[in-house]
């Protein structure tokens, strides 16, 4: 089970943190990532993250603006998104592969999703 949250409307420039509870998980390893569509897109990789809380992966894009973490006393992971743009407004999807040893990019990795949750930026 996932549940993400935290999307709304704002403005360029303007910052929002994404959250996702991930259920506790019995695998040893697994990874926890974010992916987005945005209007008339396909869906794309944006960031994941290790259950170890230190390996990371970037999207080109999100690299230096967006930054993944996780909190997993409280099984959460988060996305901060800083500085954003209209071309960032998609719906934003958290997604975990388990028993994973490293952060996939392909969404065909990735084994539960959650519902989403809407992001749009205005110019």
């Known amino acids: 089970q996932l549940q993400a949250c935290g999307g709304g409307p704002v403005q360029a420039g303007d910052s929002l943190r994404l959250s996702c509870v991930v259920s506790?998980?019995?695998?040893?390893?697994?990874?926890t990532a974010w992916f987005r569509r945005g209007p008339g897109k396909e869906r794309e990789f944006v960031a994941g993250?290790?259950?170890?809380?230190?390996?990371?992966r970037y999207a080109e894009y999100a690299k230096g603006r967006f930054t993944i973490s996780g909190d997993y006393a409280k099984n959460t992971v988060f996305l901060q998104m800083n500085g954003l743009k209209p071309e960032d407004t998609a719906v934003y999807y958290c997604?975990?592969?388990?028993?994973?040893?490293?952060?996939?990019?392909?969404?065909?990795?990735?084994?539960?999703w959650g519902q989403g949750t809407q992001v749009t930026v205005s110019s």
């Open positions: 506790e998980r019995t695998v040893t390893y697994y990874a």
């Open positions: 997604t975990t592969d388990l028993g994973a040893r490293r952060v996939g990019v392909y969404s065909r990795m990735y084994d539960y």
């Open positions: 993250i290790l259950n170890d809380g230190d390996t990371t």
